[in-house]
């Protein structure tokens, strides 16, 4: 019999594209979304979808019999959590130890929570190590709160708890409908209709991106390889990019010859990320997409979609 995988935020971006790595590499993949801002489109036909709710108790039943879980669902806008701070603290702190009593209740051995490089945002060290943390914004407080309690239920329980700190992950499926969008998707989307990207800031603050089959490639190693249980592991480049340079990139491959808008910076981001691979690398790991054919299948994705008209505006 397959090995079931429960995703949380299945219709989201990064647990859409885990999801179909999970189905192509032969585990069957139980998936959970509130569709809050999530799409069912994004959602691969072989999954066991359900739509419902992190933060309820009837989703307990589903993590019967699974191997593992991907615990991806949360309040990911910045925006977002600074406007409705009690919203985030319930999905993201209330919601991820909902899901991890669901898991403890079914005796689920494995968790993969999906931390952020949001929690150095008071780090000045760089490239920047496992070892300390420092979250400032909403966000980046939320996510903590929910680490906190997969650090808690990992030495209270017999579980195998791995935290993933994610950079800045890209490609396709990524949300390019919120009203600010995440960087990439932001300026591919407005450069493709022919509007000028939008710059927050001056453009200076550096981003560590990382490719999503990357990224997947490491939750898979987390999930065959039981010396990542217990670790932290950050998934990042290794390399840093301007967001000026990520805006001379995009123009590199779609040649509009538009200049960016330039508006005032968002609070409580970090200026700089730049990630310490060695603890993901020390598992047979290494991130494969270099960022100019990242950026380009990112493109492609979204000329299909963008450019066929799906403009629905969701989140902040
Ligand atoms: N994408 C990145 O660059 C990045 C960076 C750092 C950390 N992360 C973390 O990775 C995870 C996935 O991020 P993403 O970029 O795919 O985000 P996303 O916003 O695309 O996906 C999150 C999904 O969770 C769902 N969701 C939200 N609240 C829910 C609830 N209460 N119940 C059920 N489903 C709910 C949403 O509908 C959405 O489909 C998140 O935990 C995020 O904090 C992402």
Same mark, same amino acid.
């Given at each position: 019999?397959?090995?079931?995988?429960?995703?949380?935020?299945?219709?989201?971006?990064?647990?859409?594209?885990?999801?179909?790595?999970?189905?192509?590499?032969?585990?069957?993949?139980v998936?959970?979304?509130?569709?809050?801002?999530?799409?069912?489109?994004?959602?691969?036909?072989?999954?066991?979808?359900?739509?419902?709710?992190?933060?309820?108790?009837?989703?307990?039943?589903?993590?019967?019999?699974?191997?593992?879980?991907?615990?991806?669902?949360?309040?990911?806008?910045?925006?977002?959590?600074?406007?409705?701070?009690?919203?985030?603290?319930?999905?993201?702190?209330?919601?991820?130890?909902?899901?991890?009593?669901?898991?403890?209740?079914? /005796?689920? =051995?494995k &968790? !993969? +929570?999906? $931390?952020?490089?949001?929690?150095?945002?008071? %780090?000045?060290?760089?490239?920047?190590?496992?070892?300390?943390?420092?979250?400032?914004?909403?966000?980046?407080?939320?996510?903590?709160?929910g680490?906190?309690?997969?650090?808690?239920y990992?030495?209270?329980?017999?579980?195998?708890?791995?935290?993933?700190?994610?950079?800045?992950?890209?490609?396709?499926?990524?949300?390019?409908?919120?009203?600010?969008?995440?960087?990439?998707?932001?300026f591919?989307?407005?450069?493709?209709?022919?509007e000028?990207?939008?710059?927050y800031?001056?453009?200076? /603050?550096? =981003?560590? &991106? !990382? +490719?999503? $089959?990357?990224?997947?490639?490491?939750?898979? %190693?987390?999930?065959?390889?039981?010396?990542?249980?217990?670790?932290?592991?950050?998934?990042?480049?290794?390399?840093?990019?301007?967001?000026?340079?990520?805006?001379?990139?995009?123009?590199?491959?779609?040649?509009?010859?538009?200049?960016?808008l330039?508006?005032?910076?968002?609070?409580?981001?970090?200026?700089?990320?730049?990630s310490?691979?060695?603890?993901?690398?020390?598992?047979?790991?290494?991130?494969?997409?270099?960022?100019?054919?990242?950026?380009?299948?990112?493109?492609?994705y979204?000329?299909? =979609?963008?450019?066929?008209?799906?403009?629905?505006?969701?989140?902040?």
């Open positions: 019999m397959l090995q079931r995988v429960v995703v949380t935020g299945v219709a989201g971006f990064v647990g859409s594209n885990l999801a179909k790595h999970l189905l192509q590499n032969g585990y069957s993949v998936g959970l979304d509130n569709l809050s801002t999530g799409t069912p489109e994004n959602v691969d036909h072989r999954v066991e979808f359900h739509e419902a709710d992190i933060c309820a108790r009837e989703i307990y039943p589903l993590f019967e019999g699974a191997e593992a879980v991907f615990h991806l669902a949360a309040k990911t806008s910045l925006v977002d959590c600074l406007n409705s701070p009690l919203e985030a603290a319930t999905m993201n702190v209330v919601g991820t130890l909902n899901v991890l009593e669901a898991a403890r209740k079914s /005796k689920v =051995r &968790f !993969i +929570y999906a $931390d952020t490089s949001a929690e150095y945002e008071g %780090i000045f060290d760089f490239p920047t190590t496992e070892d300390r943390v420092r979250p400032i914004g909403v966000y980046a407080a939320s996510k903590h709160g680490a906190t309690f997969c650090e808690s990992r030495n209270l329980y017999d579980m195998r708890v791995s935290v993933v700190r994610y950079f800045n992950v890209y490609g396709p499926a990524q949300d390019w409908r919120r009203v600010i969008p995440p960087v990439m998707s932001s591919i989307i407005r450069m493709l209709r022919g000028r990207p939008i710059i800031g001056t453009g200076e /603050k550096r =981003r560590d &991106f !990382i +490719y999503v $089959d990357d990224v997947n490639d490491l939750h898979l %190693i987390i999930l065959e390889d039981d010396r990542s249980a217990g670790r932290i592991l950050n998934v990042g480049s290794g390399i840093n990019f301007s967001v000026y340079e990520i805006y001379g990139l995009v123009e590199e491959i779609l040649k509009t010859g538009l200049q960016p330039y508006k005032p910076d968002l609070p409580g981001e970090a200026q700089v990320t730049l310490d691979l060695t603890a993901a690398k020390s598992l047979g790991w290494k991130p494969k997409v270099d960022i100019r054919e990242g950026l380009r299948r990112t493109v492609e979204l000329r299909g =979609r963008a450019l066929r008209g799906e403009q629905r505006v969701v989140g902040a």
